[in-house]
C-alpha cells in the first residue's frame, strides 16, 4: 500500500528539528510530498522562492538542470541544483521499503563568498530594494560541497529511520486491530453455538 510522510511522523516533532538545524547552521531545509507541496519547513525556507522568482526569463532554464551525485555514506544519488550566481540547492528523495515518500530539499547555500556586484545587478533588474536583497545574500551560508552533502545525507537517514518507526507502529496497530476484531467476532459466535449443541462437551 502507499505511503505518506505525513501518516508516518510527528510533524511538531519534524519541525523543531529543522529549526534547530537551522539554528546551528543557517541552512534552510523544508520537506515535501509527492505533490511538491510544502509539508514542514524550516525558518527561512521562503528565502529560496524569493530567489528563484527573481531570476531573469532567460536564467531560469538553469532551474531545470541538476548533478546528480553520489556522496560517501549513501545509498542513493542526491540532486544538486545550481540557481543562478553561484548559489545552489540539494535534494534527496526518502524512502521506505523501496518507496518514495517524500523530498528533503536543502538550501540555498554558497559554496564561495558571493559576488555582491551580480546580486545588485540583479536586484535592480528586477527592481527589488537593493540594500534588503543584498542582506538576504549575505544571510545564505557559505558552506564547502562536502559539507552540504554530508548534511542532506545525514538528514535524509536520519528522517527514514523516523518514517521507518512510523510504518512498524502503524502494522502493529494494524495487526491489533484485525485481532480484536477477530475476537468481537468470535464473542459473538459462541452464544449462537452454545444454543445450536446445547450441554455438548
Same mark, same amino acid.
Given at each position: 500500500m502507499p505511503y505518506q510522510f505525513v501518516d508516518l511522523i510527528v510533524i511538531p516533532d519534524i519541525q523543531q528539528i529543522l529549526t534547530s538545524f537551522h539554528s546551528g547552521s543557517g541552512i534552510s531545509t523544508e520537506i515535501l510530498n509527492l505533490d511538491d507541496q510544502i509539508v514542514v519547513s524550516s525558518p527561512g525556507s521562503t528565502i529560496f522562492d524569493e530567489y528563484r522568482n527573481t531570476i531573469p526569463p532567460l536564467k531560469q532554464k538553469r532551474?531545470?538542470? *541538476?548533478? /546528480?551525485?553520489?556522496? @560517501?555514506?549513501?545509498?542513493?544519488?542526491?540532486?544538486?541544483? $545550481?540557481?543562478?550566481?553561484? &548559489?545552489?540547492?540539494?535534494?534527496?528523495?526518502?524512502?521506505?521499503?523501496?518507496?518514495?515518500?517524500?523530498?528533503?530539499?536543502?538550501?540555498?547555500?554558497?559554496?564561495?563568498?558571493?559576488?555582491?556586484?551580480?546580486?545588485?545587478?540583479?536586484?535592480?533588474?528586477?527592481?527589488?530594494?537593493?540594500?534588503? *536583497?543584498? /542582506?538576504?545574500?549575505? @544571510?545564505?551560508?557559505?558552506?564547502?560541497?562536502?559539507?552540504? $552533502?554530508?548534511?542532506?545525507? &545525514?538528514?535524509?537517514?536520519?528522517?527514514?529511520q523516523l518514517a521507518e518507526k512510523g510504518l512498524n507502529e502503524l502494522v502493529l496497530i494494524g495487526a491489533n486491530t484485525a485481532a480484536q476484531e477477530q475476537l468481537e467476532k468470535q464473542k459473538k459466535i459462541l452464544p449462537r453455538t452454545e444454543k445450536k449443541y446445547p450441554g455438548e462437551k
Open positions: 532551474w531545470q538542470d *541538476y548533478q /546528480e551525485i553520489m556522496p @560517501a555514506g549513501s545509498e542513493k544519488p542526491l540532486r544538486r541544483f $545550481e540557481l543562478f550566481n553561484g &548559489l545552489f540547492c540539494y535534494g534527496c528523495t526518502i524512502r521506505i521499503e523501496n518507496q518514495d515518500i517524500a523530498l528533503l530539499s536543502l538550501g540555498p547555500v554558497f559554496h564561495a563568498q558571493p559576488d555582491e556586484n551580480s546580486f545588485r545587478l540583479l536586484a535592480r533588474e528586477a527592481g527589488l530594494d537593493e540594500s534588503a *536583497y543584498l /542582506e538576504a545574500v549575505r @544571510a545564505v551560508p557559505v558552506v564547502t560541497k562536502e559539507q552540504a $552533502e554530508g548534511y542532506l545525507v &545525514l538528514l535524509v537517514q536520519f528522517f527514514q
